[in-house]
Structures are given as C-alpha cells and as structure tokens.
C-alpha cells in the first residue's frame, strides 16, 4: 500500500492539472472580454451627423482640411 500522499501518482500531475486549468481559463477570460466590448448589429458607430461633419456638409462645422472648389 502506497503511503504517499498522492496515492502513488507523479508529483507533477497536480501541476499539470492547474496548468492546463490557468491557460484554459485565460483563453476563456479573453474571449469573454472580447465578446463584451464587441459591437451588435445595432448599434451605430458612425452616425450620418459625423459623416456630414467629416465631409464638412455640417453648418457650422470646420475641418483641419480646406474645403476644395471645383473649378468650372
């Protein structure tokens, strides 16, 4: 009869276990994470007053950049 504690197992099992364990609940973690800060369909990440404001088509609106007149 084994008088060890592990009842005759490797030593490093234990530590293998927890390692598999910490790097499963890491790639966990992250994947939640990422999923939480994603996007849904719904949601508008630019809105048309934005665009208006980048083109410069908003009243009131000023650019870095001047705007170009075409010429005719």
């Given at each position: 009869?084994?008088s060890t504690i592990t009842?005759?197992?490797?030593?490093?099992?234990?530590?293998?276990?927890?390692?598999?364990?910490?790097?499963?609940?890491?790639?966990a973690g992250t994947w939640m994470?990422?999923?939480?800060?994603?996007?849904?369909?719904?949601?508008?990440?630019?809105?048309?007053?934005?665009?208006?404001?980048?083109?410069?088509?908003?009243?009131?609106?000023?650019?870095?950049?001047?705007?170009?007149?075409?010429?005719?």
């Amino acid at each position: 009869m084994p008088s060890t504690i592990t009842n005759g197992r490797a030593p490093a099992m234990r530590t293998r276990n927890r390692a598999i364990f910490s790097i499963a609940a890491v790639l966990a973690g992250t994947w939640m994470m990422f999923r939480a800060q994603s996007p849904t369909m719904r949601d508008v990440l630019i809105s048309d007053d934005d665009i208006k404001k980048m083109n410069g088509l908003h009243p009131g609106s000023q650019t870095a950049r001047p705007t170009v007149v075409e010429k005719r």
